[in-house]
């Protein structure tokens, strides 16, 4: 299920408008399953499953359909695909959504193969733990980003300053007037800004301005997030590996040497997960050599 939760964190944000209901939602499907989240600024939704619970409800849902459970989430991925990406391509299923108690249901009316095809996505209320990951987590990463970028600008603003006054001073002038600028203050202009265009700015609405305007930083930063998160398991994994080959190796040299067996290991060939969301390719065997038997001192 690792890859499940690291896919669906990378996801932007879609927005959506069923009926009455704006929702922000992302979802994440490969041929092991999918994971779905769904926001409306209130309360969130969440939804993990694997292939059992996919073969068990589509056989609840759709008596008449007869296929593997890698069939049901290959359509679903293709309805979901321009609903949440806002492509051009209409998406050819009905959408809609009901609450029952603290859990909500996304409905789905579609068809495959020639026949009506039905899902429903059963999300339950998310942990805080989800929300801060998906949510207080990448806002906070993305306000420090922003604040930066704020703060390269000033500068590259205040160099432009001295150069246009390096200019004056060589005998430089406009062509036109109306080019002319002031020498940039960043005090003033925050103040200003805080005036004249808070308000605006914080104009959350419905979720859909966030979802407009700031998907790209927000993958960027839940990207660095994973990447982040990587290099410290791979950091503890070398540490704990290191300590129990230490453990073993003093161990071992306190036993007898014993003959190594000449006969060969079995190897199963392991099927390689699919690599994004998009698509999902047909399950490719990878080839494993065997390896040639070796004592612990060769």
Known sequence: MEELEQGLLMQPWAWLQLAENSLLAKAYITKHGYALLVSDLQQMWHEQVDTSVVSQRAKELNKRLTAPPEAFLCHLDDLLRPLLKDTARPSEATFSCDRVAEALILRVRSELSGLPFYWNFHCILASPSLVSQHLIRPLMG?????????????????????????????????????????????????????????????????????????????????????????????????????????????????????????????????????????????????????????????
């Open 142 to 298: 993305m306000s420090l980003a922003l604040q930066c970028q704020v703060r390269e600008l000033a500068t590259l603003l205040y160099m432009k300053d001295a150069e246009i006054q390096d200019y004056h001073e060589s005998g430089a002038t406009l062509s036109r007037d109306r080019l002319k600028t002031e020498p940039f203050e960043e005090n003033s202009f925050l103040e200003q800004f805080m005036v004249e265009k808070l308000p605006e700015a914080c104009s959350i609405g419905n979720g859909r301005p966030f979802v407009m305007n700031l998907q790209s930083l927000y993958v960027a930063v839940t990207k660095q997030e994973v990447q982040v998160g990587q290099k410290h398991q791979g950091t503890d994994s070398q540490t704990s590996s290191s300590a129990s080959l230490q453990g073993t190796d003093s161990h071992l040299l306190n036993q007898p040497e014993e003959p190594v067996s000449s006969a060969p290991s079995l190897s199963v060939p392991e099927i390689e997960p699919t690599s994004t969301s998009g698509s999902m390719p047909r399950p490719q065997l990878s080839k494993v050599k065997r390896k040639k038997p070796r004592g612990l001192f060769s």
